[in-house]
């Protein structure tokens, strides 16, 4: 937009579309993008969290279990603090990222799968206890979407340690790579996300079910 | 959001890692969150009273959560992430809000609780049939 009045254009000349970087910030803009992609997903999750508002009244209980049946908030803790660390750990990642330390990167995510693992492992636990006491997803309201939250929370946290095992991978053939430093940047964007998720889904699903 | 460089480690979005502040709030949430189940598994105080003090306990948490893993604040690089989140958490609470609220009237028009069935089965037990409606 910078040519004159008096400058003339030839279109056949002209370059439609300048596919090179002047300045852009390529990481910036894409983990920004990213973001809103985060914000697009907690509205899913605003959906979910107001049909457990809706389901969660009594007579969606349907005479079966009540939350008090179902939930058991130290161990609900446990799954927190697996969560929490595995947060930990990928943050140390991105410290080790700044200083430039592959080997510090590299250790932080492995250490993060593993808490994250552990998270999920203690998750799978909980929920094939409750199908092992015939406490099921179709068995009313209440329990269709207090099944459908934590599995679609723990859904999350599989594709994060599959894309931590991914980022492993490019790592180690790419090294600090522009690709490859986004990428992380929009990872830890996601996971550390996770974390203040679970806060909601413990606090309001968990704790504030065994109070009502 | 303007920031150019040649070395990707340079780029502020990586430079705003700090591990003091990790560290921080996960032992702020922890200890935190761990208060809260505390006081619940306890019953250490009225339904009313422990709904209220989880709730704020969480916003303390998330809040803190927010300012030390997410970089919520009004630098340079942060200024739109913080903005569009602050745009996103009315349309998240009125989801929430809105939805609740309206199936909260909904169920007390149209749904018979507990509380309020056993006088109604009650009342339509001594009730005389109405004629024509015979099964």
Do not use: C
């Not at chain 1, 179709?138 to 340690?161: D, K, N, P, Q, W």
């Not at chain 2, 019953?43 to 997410?70: D, E, H, N, R």
């Not at chain 2, 604040?73 to 929430?96: A, D, G, K, M, N």
């Amino acid at each position: 937009m910078s040519a004159s009045a008096s400058e003339t254009i030839d279109p056949a000349q002209a370059p439609l579309w300048d596919r090179n970087h002047h300045g852009h910030d390529v990481i910036g803009t894409r983990t920004f993008g990213f973001w809103l992609y985060m914000l697009s997903d907690a509205m899913i999750y605003a959906a979910l969290f107001a049909s457990f508002g809706v389901l969660s009244h009594v007579m969606n209980m349907a005479g079966g279990p009540m939350p008090g049946d179902v939930i058991r908030p130290g161990y609900a803790y446990g799954e927190t603090l697996a969560l929490f660390t595995s947060v930990l750990a990928y943050g140390y990642a991105m410290a080790a990222l700044r200083r430039g330390r592959a080997g510090g990167v590299a250790g932080g995510l492995l250490g993060a799968m593993v808490f994250g693992a552990a998270f999920l492992g203690l998750v799978g636990k909980d929920l094939g206890d409750l199908f092992a006491l015939g406490i099921t997803p179709e068995r009313s309201g209440y329990l269709s979407i207090f099944f459908t939250l934590v599995i679609y929370h723990a859904l999350h946290i599989a594709v994060g340690l599959l894309w931590m095992l991914v980022s492993l991978v490019q790592l180690a053939r790419e090294g600090f790579s522009s690709n490859v430093v986004y990428r992380l940047v929009n990872l830890k964007l996601f996971w550390h996300f996770q974390a203040v998720v679970w806060v909601f889904v413990f606090v309001f699903v968990y704790l504030q079910g065994v109070i009502a | 959001m303007t920031h150019s460089a040649d070395n990707p480690l340079e780029h502020p979005e990586v430079q705003l890692a700090d591990g003091r502040g990790y560290l921080l709030v996960y032992l702020f949430s922890s200890a935190l969150l761990g208060a809260a189940t505390w006081l619940v598994a306890k019953q250490a105080m009225a339904p009313l009273g422990l709904f209220l003090l989880t709730t704020a306990l969480a916003g303390v948490v998330v809040v803190a959560q927010g300012v030390f893993l997410l970089h919520m604040e009004f630098s340079e690089t942060q200024r739109w992430h913080t903005v569009s989140l602050v745009l996103f958490i009315p349309l998240f609470i009125l989801t929430i809000g809105l939805s609740s609220w309206m199936f909260h009237g909904l169920y007390r028009r149209t749904m018979l609780t507990p509380r309020t069935a056993a006088p109604a089965a009650a009342a339509s037990a001594g009730a005389p049939a109405m004629p024509g409606m015979d099964r």
